[in-house]
């Protein structure tokens, strides 16, 4: 469980001791809060007192705790836009600050973004601000009125950042192009894995498949992804309908929970999908990735995705929308792609790619490349440096 307060006063003994604030929306687990975690371990090996600061209940109390990584849950703060609750939040955010005297702080997703700036603003210690967008909010599919806000938003709050880090190039031109700009600078970091140690903890074939209930002999397409509406798994759904009906030896499975969980248990009942298996959340997700003949992600819009690198790292081929990093990802090396990108909200176009790679007997190139590709440009010291260095300017 997380704590419910960090120490009001530092120790005169750890004075010197650099102290960094970690902060992000939400307590779910999902790439970001798996980069925080493992970037609060990093850091505390280095000797910096970390604090690892959420809202709501997830898996990310869990795993910071089975790393002896403090813990703050920010009773307030939620999801959606609540002008209440965000007030709430924000005065929760900044007396956290006051009390924690962090000397840098580093906020994580797009409310995040704007309520930590604010409350860093507003602090009695200004401790340095560096924003991590995974990706920018008033790019998704929304409603004009929200997306002029979060853009707005985004805006007015960037003096207050002295940087911000997109984590691949199309959002820091979309930043530039829009006017977000820090009063330090925006550099892109690209999210990166330490392969060696993700691969190693990776099942074989056999076991991964058993632990989740498919055939030996099957062709299987994975997905790992909560069920947001950005994720477009609900629209996916029909897509495995045709390819599912076609091939009785094809399975899909899902692993992921979220806000559309139970309309996607419902519509796949609806359409008598028997050979899709919905897994719900699980922990153990980033080590069954050996499950699959092909990783599909259908999102309608991404930052840098974690599973897309994930499953590149365990050598499965990609069919993924082009949206955010997807094509950037993939197609690192222009010879020798992970897999096949295909446009948005096109499920003809996304049906296509899945039965090419269900057929194509040299499948296993793109496998190859995208284990390449993360070993020569998407590595977990850059990432971590990277953000590293921005904390300490």
């Given at each position: 469980?997380?704590?419910?307060?960090?120490?009001?006063?530092?120790?005169?003994?750890?004075?010197?001791?650099?102290?960094?604030?970690?902060?992000?929306?939400?307590?779910?687990?999902?790439?970001?809060?798996?980069?925080?975690?493992?970037?609060?371990?990093?850091?505390?090996?280095?000797?910096?007192?970390?604090?690892?600061?959420?809202?709501?209940?997830?898996?990310?109390?869990?795993?910071?705790?089975?790393?002896?990584?403090?813990?703050?849950?920010?009773?307030?703060?939620?999801?959606?836009?609540?002008?209440?609750?965000?007030?709430?939040?924000?005065?929760?955010?900044?007396?956290?600050?006051?009390?924690?005297?962090?000397?840098?702080?580093?906020?994580?997703?797009?409310?995040?973004?704007?309520?930590?700036?604010?409350?860093?603003?507003?602090?009695?210690?200004?401790?340095?601000?560096?924003?991590?967008?995974?990706?920018?909010?008033?790019?998704?599919?929304?409603?004009?009125?929200?997306?002029?806000?979060?853009?707005?938003?985004?805006?007015?709050?960037?003096?207050?950042?002295?940087?911000?880090?997109?984590?691949?190039?199309?959002?820091?031109?979309?930043?530039?192009?829009?006017?977000?700009?820090?009063?330090?600078?925006?550099?892109?970091?690209?999210?990166?894995?330490?392969?060696?140690?993700?691969?190693?903890?990776?099942?074989?074939?056999g076991q991964a498949r058993e632990l989740l209930g498919?055939?030996?002999?099957?062709f299987v397409f994975g997905t790992v992804a909560n069920?947001?509406?950005?994720?477009?798994?609900?629209?996916?759904?029909?897509?495995?309908?045709?390819?599912?009906?076609?091939?009785?030896?094809?399975?899909?499975?899902?692993?992921?929970?979220?806000?559309?969980?139970?309309?996607?248990?419902?519509?796949?009942?609806?359409?008598?999908?028997?050979?899709?298996?919905?897994?719900?959340?699980?922990?153990?997700?980033?080590?069954?990735?050996?499950?699959?003949?092909?990783?599909?992600?259908?999102?309608?819009?991404?930052?840098?995705?974690?599973?897309?690198?994930?499953?590149?790292?365990?050598?499965?081929?990609?069919?993924?929308?082009?949206?955010?990093?997807?094509?950037?990802?993939?197609?690192?090396?222009?010879?020798?792609?992970?897999?096949?990108?295909?446009?948005?909200?096109?499920?003809?176009?996304?049906?296509?790619?899945?039965?090419?790679?269900?057929t194509d007997d040299g499948r296993r190139h793109f496998?190859?490349?995208?284990?390449?590709?993360?070993?020569?440009?998407?590595?977990?010291?850059?990432?971590?440096?990277?953000?590293?260095?921005?904390?300490?300017?």
């Amino acid at each position: 469980m997380p704590e419910a307060k960090p120490q009001s006063i530092r120790p005169a003994m750890t004075e010197k001791t650099e102290h960094i604030l970690l902060l992000v929306t939400q307590a779910d687990w999902g790439g970001v809060q798996g980069f925080l975690v493992k970037f609060a371990a990093r850091l505390r090996q280095e000797g910096t007192e970390v604090l690892l600061a959420a809202g709501g209940e997830g898996e990310l109390w869990k795993r910071a705790a089975d790393l002896g990584i403090k813990t703050h849950k920010l009773s307030a703060l939620v999801r959606d836009m609540n002008p209440y609750r965000d007030w709430r939040a924000y005065r929760e955010i900044k007396d956290l600050i006051d009390d924690f005297r962090p000397d840098a702080v580093h906020l994580n997703s797009s409310k995040m973004g704007v309520l930590g700036s604010l409350a860093a603003s507003r602090s009695k210690t200004k401790p340095r601000v560096v924003y991590r967008i995974g990706g920018w909010a008033f790019l998704e599919p929304i409603a004009g009125w929200k997306k002029w806000i979060y853009r707005t938003a985004e805006k007015l709050t960037a003096p207050l950042k002295d940087v911000i880090i997109t984590v691949h190039p199309g959002d820091e031109v979309a930043a530039d192009r829009l006017g977000i700009k820090p009063r330090g600078r925006i550099t892109t970091v690209a999210n990166g894995l330490d392969l060696d140690d993700f691969t190693g903890r990776l099942l074989p074939r056999g076991q991964a498949r058993e632990l989740l209930g498919l055939p030996d002999d099957a062709f299987v397409f994975g997905t790992v992804a909560n069920a947001y509406a950005t994720k477009g798994l609900l629209p996916y759904l029909d897509v495995l309908k045709t390819i599912l009906d076609a091939d009785p030896k094809s399975y899909a499975i899902i692993l992921g929970d979220g806000p559309e969980f139970k309309d996607l248990k419902s519509k796949c009942d609806r359409l008598g999908l028997k050979r899709l298996i919905l897994t719900g959340q699980r922990s153990d997700a980033n080590r069954l990735y050996r499950a699959f003949d092909t990783f599909v992600l259908p999102s309608v819009k991404e930052g840098m995705p974690w599973t897309v690198l994930e499953a590149m790292a365990a050598e499965v081929p990609i069919v993924a929308t082009d949206v955010g990093a997807c094509r950037w990802m993939t197609d690192a090396d222009a010879d020798r792609p992970a897999g096949i990108i295909v446009p948005p909200q096109e499920p003809e176009k996304l049906r296509h790619a899945m039965e090419t790679m269900a057929t194509d007997d040299g499948r296993r190139h793109f496998g190859e490349a995208g284990r390449r590709i993360i070993q020569d440009r998407f590595t977990w010291g850059k990432t971590y440096h990277g953000n590293r260095e921005a904390l300490s300017g």
